[in-house]
Structure formats: C-alpha cells, structure tokens
C-alpha cells in the first residue's frame, strides 16, 4: 500500500497549550515535518533561511500571496508571517506528514485551500484553567486576558470545522491522541492507495 | 466532554487473521466490549447465554429477524448466526466501544443499519501471503483454496465501503494501528459532544 502525504493543521485558541504539544509531538515522531513559515522580520543571530523561516523582503512577500503561493498568511507586529505552499507541497509530494500548529483564522485560510488535510483543534479543559494559563503566563493585563477569553468563547464556535478536538487537560494524554489520530488517518481508505491485486 | 458510545466493525476476507487481531485488541484494551451473537446451534458445555452466544430456538430468531432485531445474519452449516441490536444498542447508551468482528456479508448488512460506525477493513500483505496462509491451516482443499482466494479479490474491491484500512502483516503493528484508529474516533469532532462553555 502505498501512503500519501499528509498535512495535519493543529489549532485553537490563545493559551491552550497547542505550541507545547507540537513540540513535545515533533519531539517523539521523528517523522514528522514541521512547516516552515515565510517572514518579513530580519533574521536573528543563528537563525537559518529555510530552518527556522524562510526570510523575505515585503515586496517578494506581497508578490507571494498576489501569486496564490501562501496557504495563509497575516500580518503581526508590523511584520508578515505565513505559510508556503511550496514547502508544504514538497512535503506532501514526498509522501511526509507535515505539521501546521497556526491560529484560528490561520487555519480557516489553510481550509479553503487543503481541505483534504486533518484539522485537529485543542481545547482547555474549562475556562477556568484558560484563564489561569493566561494569567499564569504574567506577560498580559487583565484586559488584555479578559478580551482574549471573549474570544476564545467566540473561537471555540470553530470546532464544527475541525475533525477533531482534543482536551489539553493531561499533555502527554493528548500528545498520545495527536500520535494516535495521525496513525489512524494514515490508514484511512481516502488517504492510503488502493491495494493492487498485482503486488 | 462527553462521549458517545462507538461501534467498531472489522472485516476483511478470510484468512486474513481478522480473528487473532481482535483477540490481541480485546486481551490489550480492557475497556473495549466485544459483540455477543445470537445463535440457534445448541450450547456447549461450559457455554453460558449473553456471554459466548445468546442461545435461542429456530423459531426466536426467525422472530428477531421479523422485528428487526438483528443488524445482521447468515446461516451457517444448517445454524443462524446473528448480531443483536439490544447488545449493541445498551453498549452504546453506556458510552462504551464494542467490537464486531464479521464477514464481509456481514459488515456489509451492518453499514446499511448503523452508517455511523467505524469500518475497519483488514487486508494481507499480499496474495500470496493470504494463499499460504490459506495452505497453512491444512484444513482446507486445494480447490476451496482456489475458490477462497478469487473472492478474496472480489471482496477487495468492497474496500471503498470502509472508513480504514489495515495491512495485517506483523501483527503487533496492526493491533497498534486498530488502538489507534479507536483512540482518533473518540476524539473525532463527530462522536465527541460539542464543548460546553459552561463546563
């Protein structure tokens, strides 16, 4: 049986942990890839074009998403950042299974234009303790944390997009179902060629 | 988030070590329940009724059938064999995962009564795998060999009926793979109860 590419978009809302579980995921599935994103921003010491990012002026970024050559892309700080559709397309020509960890409306773009990949959204446990990750990071006011569970309130109306939603209540639990649901979908009859009588 | 009760139906065509797969899975996950048939060959000793078969009369399952009591049947050497809603049904009120491991008849009839079950497909690594197999046992004659194996191929085609696909060429893998695929529906944004906000 052959195996197709495969890109696994892995969201939700601010604070639910999901840049811990992509780690702690690349960290344990050596087989994986990770997207690598196109920025604006000046590299730093150390980092590497093509590793950490790919490094573009504004002028070929702007020339990208007027090519159609982003999945997605938005603007942060005066800078852009987004998603080639070339790196992810190598990746998945290579018969690899690529990981997007983006935000929400990171991961709409992404849908409308690869909806054949696997959206997997993460949720907190309650609001209780997405509240107390915010507050617990110590970096935002109180504002600025009230307006982000607002919105999260909003985000989670999302799922119905998503295959699935894992809780991140126990990380290694749900570190354990990402690996689990990408075992799976890489034995799902749409993704797996048909088994050859001649083989 | 609360989960709903899952039915999980593994087919494939004979031979293809469907049996020992799933008495690795059920010795493995404790927490999965296995399908109890209805049945109208007479009991053996040490057999008890609701735990190997549900024993009953000719004229009680033919009565079953009637009523739509049976997601599936077939007769066997003179005997009928079933599925009964009821087992099934009070599984999945529970919350619980049950096995069904069937025919591919079988799995068919089950697919047209419960489309929202998990349909698992097991092939060999190849033919040839499957004949030796086959030859393997020893029980069977070289014609009925022949004859297994050219529906095998027919029955293939049946794959496109079937949510996954499992190659069963080292079995640990495979069993892995179907743990997997159970651990993914449970999170599956279908079978999981939406997020409550009040939570």
Not at 46 to 66: A, N, V
């Amino acid at each position: 049986m052959q195996k197709k590419g495969m890109l696994v978009v892995i969201s939700g809302p601010a604070g639910v942990g999901k840049g811990t579980l992509c780690r702690a995921l690349l960290t344990q599935s050596t087989d994986l890839e990770y997207s690598v994103s196109v920025t604006t921003r000046p590299s730093r010491p150390g980092e590497t074009d093509g590793k950490e990012y790919y490094f573009r002026s504004k002028e070929e970024f702007l020339k990208m998403i007027e090519d159609g050559e982003l999945l997605e892309w938005a603007e942060f700080l005066g800078n852009f950042y987004g998603t080639p559709r070339f790196h992810v397309q190598a990746m998945l020509n290579q018969g690899k299974t690529i990981i997007l960890e983006i935000d929400i409306q990171g991961a709409k773009q992404v849908k409308s234009q690869c909806s054949e990949g696997v959206f997997i959204f993460i949720v907190p446990p309650s609001f209780t303790v997405l509240s107390e990750r915010l507050r617990g990071r110590g970096t935002e006011s109180e504002e600025v944390i009230q307006n982000r569970l607002a919105r999260a309130v909003e985000e989670l109306e999302n799922v119905k997009d998503y295959d699935y939603i894992i809780e991140n209540n126990d990380i290694d639990v749900a570190v354990e179902r990402l690996k689990s649901i990408i075992v799976a979908e890489n034995s799902s009859t749409k993704r797996v060629a048909f088994f050859s009588k001649e083989e």
